[in-house]
């Protein structure tokens, strides 16, 4: 257990499982965005196969504790109702078998009211626009079955507005092309049956590219590589069946050499400081390199695939 | 995010429980819930200030402290979203001048500028202030990127003060002059397209293409390894692969750089493209590639260019390969 040419999967789950009951600093500079936290922690436990080492009950009880009137869900309890927190929420109840718990026509009323004329999403009341938002809303309902609730059709329209002439997308028109807003755009309209709309090549290819010599990926030309894009450059060539471009074992050796052998956790870079987000990047990552006894992930859904599958039964 | 001991003036941070203002308040800690509250390891004074927060936030106080309050928050923790939220709500309760919170903004902006709230408040905050607010925007997002020119946030704010506010006078050379800097930097060169597009200033791509192709051919000539030029050259034909095909300058380009440099993979990579775009080099110019080897068709040097690439280019094998897969059927 000294090296790093495998995954320490129970120094992994040990990491976060001591996420749990944690409050220091950094977990209080956090607290607005714990649902999120949750999510990616909760998600690397179930790939890793140890979803059910936490209290599923308290957690579930704490979700609903988020939710507001209006049907959204805010970061922790008492914090403002937000698309991203939304998602959150309810992708661990999928990932629990629990969506049965939630009102779906409630946060489906809550993501229509975010709905703009241009098709595009506000993440909350406040009108702040992203396609992370238009993700956020598209996933959130697929997996509630209740994609009629909102234009689906300008929805696609205004992601494909944002595709850009290198083949990526950015975050409005005109944005640049970024790796994360690339997998929220690529991932939408895939689960709207839109892919079409994808330049699949020249994307693929711009994706290819960010692959440096030390094995890891980048989010954009010149950037410095970083474990969170070996889930959103991978997830986005897998949903484009193009993962076999890039040289898959090298990203493997590099996301292997982020992890902390001694104290589990993975980081952004080798020898870094780990956090709950990386740990899921880097073992989704690994997930979708198809990684020996990891879960398989879905690429769009983020989602381990027997969850999506389940969901869709 | 900043969570010292002093604040930024020196003097020592007095607690809300011993300032006389807040003495009828009774702070409210989080609730996480059925969690167990294990160790209280975390600096005090943002806990408190936090507990005093969530007490005006609950009787929805909106006064001159709690602007303050909420300014104190931001400063300890410029992520917490509802924190910005609230502000939002008493500076428009108490009709307080926008202009001032512009000069909050650029302060917190110090050592927060990648926090998408704060981006999201300026640009709030510089809606309601009009057409007016907008030189002083690009001024803002100039400070930003002199010290992060790639700043995503920046560069998005900047878009959207050019659409919305206006101001595209000076645009298009200050991307030049941001590549001038750095002819790397992938940021600008989206910035440039973006202005070549929308600017209603100018002509639009189709007619500005010659001297934009001019101007990316010079970039190129100067760091052939840059993914951005070659990608923007690229972008300029968009799906008119022909007259790429037909544009014997860029063809040429991709040789000058093959004959500094036989293994120049964006070289290799466009003229691959070139060629399955209809681009037709004599034989003399492939002789620059491998003198000893003999191209006498256009698949014959696709087939060759891939095969370079396998080796020269060899993480993304895969991918060339595939290319080369391809090739048999385009060209014919």
């Known amino acids: ?313 | 995010m900043q969570v010292g001991v002093e604040d930024d003036d020196g003097d020592r941070w007095i607690p809300f429980s011993e300032r006389s203002e807040w003495s009828d308040v009774q702070p409210v800690p989080q609730d996480d819930g059925p969690y167990p509250v294990v160790s209280i390891a975390y600096t005090s004074q943002f806990r408190e200030t936090m507990d005093y927060f969530r007490a005006v936030l609950a009787r929805d106080e909106r006064s001159d402290r709690s602007l303050e309050l909420t300014e104190e928050a931001i400063h300890m923790n410029a992520g917490n979203y509802t924190v910005w939220h609230f502000r939002r709500l008493v500076l428009e309760s108490l009709g307080k001048d926008l202009w001032k919170e512009l000069y909050f903004i650029q302060d917190v902006a110090k050592s927060n500028h990648k926090n998408y709230q704060l981006w999201h408040h300026r640009r709030w905050v510089a809606e309601k202030l009009g057409v007016a607010v907008a030189p002083e925007e690009l001024r803002f997002t100039e400070l930003v990127l002199a010290s992060d020119a790639k700043n995503y946030h920046a560069w998005s704010h900047r878009q959207w003060v050019l659409k919305a506010l206006g101001g595209w006078e000076a645009e298009l050379s200050f991307c030049s002059m941001l590549l001038q800097e750095d002819i790397y930097n992938n940021s600008a060169w989206n910035q440039r397209f973006f202005v070549i597009k929308n600017s209603p200033l100018l002509e639009g791509l189709d007619s500005m293409r010659e001297s934009e192709v001019e101007y990316c051919i010079n970039a190129i000539k100067l760091a052939p390894l840059n993914e951005s030029s070659w990608t923007y050259l690229r972008g300029l034909f968009g799906n008119d692969t022909k007259s790429l095909g037909d544009s014997q300058s860029i063809g040429q380009v991709c040789f000058e750089e093959l004959a500094r440099d036989r293994c120049c993979i964006p070289a290799l990579s466009f003229l691959l493209d070139l060629v399955c775009y209809g681009f037709q080099p004599t034989v003399d110019d492939c002789k620059i590639l491998d003198s000893s080897i003999e191209i006498l068709s256009s698949l014959q040097l696709a087939l060759y260019l891939c095969e370079r690439l396998e080796v020269v280019d060899a993480i993304r094998a895969c991918y060339w390969a595939w290319r080369r897969s391809l090739l048999p059927a385009i060209i014919k």
């Open chain 1, 1 to 313: 257990m000294d090296d790093s040419s495998t995954l320490h999967v129970q120094k992994h789950v040990e990491f976060i499982k001591s996420l749990d009951n944690k409050k220091d600093l950094e977990s209080l500079l956090t607290e607005h965005i714990r649902m999120n936290g949750a999510y990616w922690g909760l998600t690397a436990l179930d790939l890793m196969g140890s979803l059910n080492d936490l209290d599923q009950d308290k957690i579930i009880s704490w979700i609903l504790q988020c939710q507001h009137d209006c049907g959204g869900f805010g970061g922790n309890i008492g914090h403002d109702p937000h698309i991203l927190y939304t998602l959150s929420a309810v992708q661990i109840l999928a990932l629990y078998d629990k969506l049965a718990v939630l009102d779906s026509s409630k946060i489906a009323s809550y993501i229509t009211g975010l709905q703009q004329n241009d098709g595009s999403f506000y993440g909350d009341e406040w009108g702040e626009i992203d396609t992370r938002f238009s993700y956020g809303a598209i996933c959130c309902l697929a997996l509630l079955r209740r994609l009629d609730a909102i234009n689906l059709e300008k929805a696609i329209t205004y992601i494909v507005s944002c595709k850009n002439f290198d083949g990526g997308f950015g975050s409005t028109p005109g944005g640049e092309s970024h790796a994360g807003q690339i997998f929220c755009c690529v991932a939408a309209l895939a689960i709207a049956g839109s892919l079409h709309y994808v330049d699949k090549d020249l994307l693929g290819w711009w994706l290819c590219e960010r692959q440096v010599k030390s094995g890891g990926l980048n989010g954009r030309p010149e950037k410095l590589p970083d474990v969170c894009y070996s889930w959103w450059v991978l997830s986005s060539l897998a949903i484009l069946d193009r993962v076999h471009w890039i040289d898959r074992e090298s990203l493997k050796t590099f996301i292997l050499d982020c992890q902390d052998i001694e104290n589990g956790g993975i980081s952004d870079r080798p020898d870094d400081a780990v956090d709950v987000f990386h740990t899921y990047f880097g073992v989704a990552g690994l997930s979708l390199l198809e990684y020996p006894g990891l879960k398989h992930i879905d690429p769009a859904y983020a989602l381990p695939v027997n969850v999506v599958k389940r969901v869709f039964s």
